[in-house]
């Protein structure tokens, strides 16, 4: 699958009371497919999207949190999935878009790559639900769905490497992009 | 920017009148790792009871990500952990709490520090580096290591919140 159609397929699905963090790579193609006040985009670095994503599902459970992760960057956090199985929110949903590289950083193999079962680690981890979409078709018929579940929700998504982006990590980091989203959560 | 501990060499601290203060700064939740310094006398304590409730996870950086996704709810929330913890956390605390502005609260137990010796003249090395490694990043930090300085507690996140940048609390002995 491709990147940029899976998220057109899942921003179809995201209504504007959600909060979503996309990460990396993932992040400059959201931005542009989904504009949006309450898209979280400053996580830091080193895989911590899904930690951010718990603390705001454990702070607004009147919300969605959809995290969209990458695979390099989940495999920085892997306690993350233990943690967040434990917590159990019922309204996290955590994508992970499986390339197999890590994209943002010159597009080297990761660790396991072919062998690691993000799926497998989610279920083991006490994630409520568990996809694995390798199908396009599957996954826009399957997405509503999806984020209808009681979560924690977790859904691999394998995808081939993007093609080449602009990188203006101002878009992420900049302060004006966080209170813009402190703002638009205060008022949601 | 440092704030003294209290020497007082027969001092003892007390995990009740900690829980206090932190009930009394607005904590809702507190996310830890275990760490011994404070493992009976503040975790298990606050483990038996639901409010602030306690969120366990895996390793210490996690709890800076939570902490922040929470601190845009305008809910609050405490780290608790141990300073190998902290020195493992160094990156998400530069990034995230630092770099982003965000009111990151640490609640840190000083392992194998000697009690009512200061944290720099520990003999620890471990020890010694913990103030110097949080002035170079530019984060507040306050000793508590007697029950006189447990007052320090509130203000202190108080102050993070209002200013909205991270403060660490070193806890210099156990807690009864």
Not at chain 1, 39 to 63: F, I, T
Request: charged share 25%; net charge negative; proline share 6%.
């Amino acid at each position: 699958m491709r990147r940029t159609d899976c998220l057109e397929a899942l921003a179809r699905h995201v209504t504007d009371a959600d909060i979503v963090l996309p990460v990396y790579s993932t992040a400059f193609d959201w931005i542009d497919i989904r504009p949006h006040p309450l898209n979280y985009l400053s996580h830091g670095a080193m895989g911590l999207a899904s930690s951010h994503a718990l603390g705001l599902a454990l702070g607004r459970p009147d919300k969605r949190v959809i995290v969209i992760d990458g695979d390099g960057s989940l495999l920085m956090n892997l306690g993350s999935l233990v943690t967040i199985g434990a917590a159990a929110p019922p309204n996290l949903f955590h994508f992970v878009c499986e390339n197999g590289t890590y994209e943002a950083n010159g597009g080297h193999p990761i660790p396991g790559r072919d062998k690691v079962d993000f799926a497998g680690l989610a279920r083991a981890s006490g994630y409520r639900v568990v996809y694995d979409f390798s199908d396009l078709g599957v996954f826009e018929k399957q997405i509503g769905a999806v984020l209808s579940e009681t979560g924690p929700v977790f859904a691999d998504l394998k995808i081939s490497t993007g093609g080449p982006q602009e990188r203006d990590y101002s878009r992420l980091h900049g302060p004006h992009v966080r209170k813009a989203f402190r703002d638009a959560l205060a008022a949601s | 920017m440092p704030s003294a501990g209290t020497a007082i060499r027969e001092a003892f601290l007390d995990g009740a009148s900690i829980i206090r203060e932190i009930k009394a700064s607005r904590i809702e939740f507190v996310v830890s790792v275990p760490d011994i310094t404070t493992s009976e006398g503040l975790l298990r304590p606050l483990a038996q009871g639901t409010d602030p409730r306690l969120i366990r996870v895996c390793k210490e950086d996690e709890g800076v990500g939570i902490c922040a996704g929470l601190s845009y709810c305008r809910r609050r929330a405490l780290l608790l952990i141990q300073q190998t913890g902290l020195f493992d956390s160094i990156n998400a605390i530069r990034g995230v709490a630092v770099e982003y502005g965000l009111p990151i609260c640490m609640m840190v137990g000083l392992l194998e520090k000697e009690p009512g010796v200061p944290p720099r003249q520990s003999k620890r090395y471990g020890v010694r580096i913990v103030e110097p490694v949080l002035e170079a990043m530019g984060v507040t930090y306050h000793e508590i290591e007697a029950e006189a300085d447990v007052e320090k507690i509130a203000p202190a996140i108080d102050t993070a919140y209002a200013e909205m940048r991270p403060v660490v609390l070193l806890i210099g002995r156990r807690p009864s």
